[in-house]
């Protein structure tokens, strides 16, 4: 039952981002965006990585998602229905087609397995431990430099504004 969870969650996940690319709107790719996201941690899930799949959700959907969304509607270019072209269609053309033939390739030839499965431990209260302890002072860093991020952008925000 598991596969079939499975296969829907990345068949989603890849109708999702197929959107992504493929909508003629930025604010329907956007929305696209979050549900790509969103199966993404169905498929950590999946996999036993309840603290990936929290993080993908809280980060990503919660908060990388939304502050795009606040871009994409602060942005006078866009809202005012300008014609966006990209100048590089085929180089990013000829990297998707290559990354898809890598991915076909290793789908076909598949993964040796060297030994046993290595044993599932407790990863998210161990995570928690070493963020809290061992790794704190990074930890707070990041945090203090996304804060400072944060309220630049606030400051920045508001001289446009005026």
């Known amino acids: 039952m598991t596969e079939v969870f499975f296969f829907a969650l990345a068949v ?9 690319v493929l ?11 979050i ?21 993908q959700v809280l980060i990503y959907v919660g908060g990388i998602t939304i502050l795009l969304l606040f871009a994409i509607m602060l942005t006078t270019r866009i809202a005012s229905g300008a014609e966006v072209f990209n100048e590089q269609v085929g180089a990013s053309a000829v990297v998707a ?12 030839v598949g993964i040796q ?3 046993q499965a290595p044993a599932t431990r407790e990863t998210t209260s161990t995570l928690g431990r070493l963020l809290l302890t061992t790794h704190v002072l ?22 446009e504004g005026e």
């Open 35 to 55: 549900f790509s996201f969103c199966g993404v941690a169905g498929i950590y899930v999946l996999l036993d990585a309840e603290f990936l799949a929290a993080v």
């Open 113 to 115: 397995i060297s030994g």
């Open 23 to 33: 909508a003629r709107n930025i604010v329907h790719s956007a929305v696209a965006l």
């Open 97 to 108: 087609v290559g990354t898809t033939a890598i991915l076909i390739y290793a789908s076909l």
């Open 138 to 159: 990074p930890f707070e860093v990041a945090s203090v430099l996304l804060l400072a991020a944060m309220v630049g952008a606030i400051i920045l925000a508001r001289r």
């Open 12 to 20: 989603f996940t890849v109708a999702a981002a197929l959107l992504v």
